[in-house]
């Protein structure tokens, strides 16, 4: 289509398959806060939408990086659970080192991961 996402309509869908849902934020979230979404099965979903200059790369997410990158995961019922578990373990961080562990681990496994399909290595995040 020619038109950006409509996260009630993603909501609907999701939210009816999987108990998720898509919250709007205007970009980047503090790890703390960012794994307190995924325990309770919210995705911070940044609603920017990038510059036509920047189509091919842009360093931070923006509504369709979100969308159609990550919230599609999210209807899968063994990922979205996995995905609020790792939220809720990751939120419960004692210290701001520990925090910064877990947030690394999920950039280098949820965010730019690999996946063990049909005996073949396959990227997704």
């Given at each position: 289509?020619?038109?950006?996402?409509d996260?009630?309509k993603?909501?609907?869908?999701?939210?009816?398959?999987?108990?998720?849902?898509?919250?709007p934020?205007?970009?980047?979230?503090?790890?703390?806060?960012?794994?307190?979404?995924?325990?309770?099965?919210?995705?911070?979903?940044?609603?920017?939408?990038?510059?036509?200059?920047?189509?091919?790369?842009?360093?931070?997410?923006?509504?369709?990086?979100?969308?159609?990158?990550?919230?599609?995961?999210?209807?899968?019922?063994?990922?979205?659970?996995?995905?609020?578990?790792?939220?809720?373990?990751?939120?419960?961080?004692?210290?701001?080192?520990?925090?910064?562990?877990?947030?690394r681990l999920?950039?280098?496994?949820?965010?730019?991961?690999?996946?063990?399909e049909?005996?073949?290595?396959?990227?997704?995040?």
């Amino acid at each position: 289509g020619d038109t950006v996402p409509d996260l009630a309509k993603v909501n609907a869908r999701l939210g009816a398959r999987t108990g998720w849902n898509a919250v709007p934020v205007s970009g980047f979230l503090p790890a703390k806060e960012f794994f307190e979404c995924l325990a309770q099965r919210r995705f911070p979903t940044t609603v920017t939408v990038r510059p036509k200059h920047q189509l091919a790369y842009l360093p931070e997410p923006d509504i369709f990086h979100d969308v159609f990158g990550h919230v599609p995961l999210h209807s899968d019922p063994v990922f979205g659970d996995f995905l609020q578990t790792f939220g809720a373990v990751a939120a419960r961080a004692r210290t701001p080192d520990e925090t910064t562990q877990m947030a690394r681990l999920f950039w280098f496994t949820v965010e730019f991961g690999l996946i063990r399909e049909r005996d073949a290595t396959r990227i997704y995040g």
